[in-house]
């Protein structure tokens, strides 16, 4: 196992700008989950993909969008950033039928 | 609404005291009871599942156990290196999107 690797680890953007944070899931975990963390609170659900289709939507608005791709690594992007948006973004994965995610380290996000 | 609710917010213990971490949950069809430790800019590490109201898993210093409306992390005689962060989720659709708690900070001095 390769566990979940997520990158950058930490990037800087000012507001308005898009940024595009990577995942690499899992080997065999074809089910990717995105959450955003703000400080001292809990994960939120931001969006998941299976078999390269989003599966299911949290409440953020369509300017956070992803992709998932053959090989079940992954991509979020959010466009029009606002200072809100900073947070940790942690990707997740599960294979499937097993019902347990994996959580990588995540990418802080700073907007300014 | 789906909703989990943890208590306390901090906790500060002695190394060796033991105590009891909680998470209220509401909803409308528990799938799974997950607890995870996280550490500072780490991401959350899995510790136990739980599915059903009586349940019990064990770890090292670790028990968490399950009721129909909520569960308790039991932690005994902990360890400075037990300090983190612990999370509670559900999943209420059996499909992986976990609604998390706040989370407890637990601080345990040496």
């Known amino acids: 196992e390769t566990g979940v690797t997520q990158s950058p680890t930490h990037l800087i953007k000012t507001r308005g700008q898009q940024v595009t944070l990577r995942c690499s899931s899992q080997s065999g975990h074809n089910t990717v989950s995105w959450y955003q963390q703000a400080l001292g609170q809990g994960p939120q659900f931001i969006f998941q993909?299976?078999?390269?289709?989003?599966?299911g939507r949290g409440n953020f608005p369509p300017r956070f969008s992803g992709l998932q791709f053959p090989n079940y690594s992954s991509e979020l992007n959010v466009n029009a950033l606002e200072l809100d948006d900073s947070a940790l973004y942690l990707c997740?994965?599960?294979?499937?039928?097993?019902?347990?995610?994996?959580f990588g380290a995540g990418s802080r996000l700073t907007v300014l | 609404e789906d909703q989990v609710t943890q208590s306390p917010e901090a906790l500060r213990l002695q190394e060796g005291e033991s105590s009891s971490l909680n998470c209220s949950y509401t909803v409308s069809g528990l799938r799974g009871l997950f607890w995870y430790r996280q550490d500072p800019g780490k991401g959350p590490e899995f510790l136990f599942t739980?599915?059903?109201a009586g349940e019990e898993k064990e770890k090292e210093r670790l028990k968490a156990t399950l009721t129909k409306k909520e569960s308790f992390l039991h932690i005994t005689a902990p360890k400075p290196e037990d300090s983190a962060t612990y999370l509670c989720?559900?999943?209420?659709?059996?499909?992986?999107?976990?609604?998390f708690g706040t989370g407890t900070r637990l601080k345990v001095l040496a």
């Open positions: 739980l599915y059903s």
């Open positions: 993909y299976y078999r390269e289709e989003e599966n």
């Open positions: 997740a994965s599960s294979p499937l039928g097993a019902n347990v995610l994996t």
């Open positions: 989720a559900v999943d209420a659709s059996g499909t992986y999107k976990y609604i």
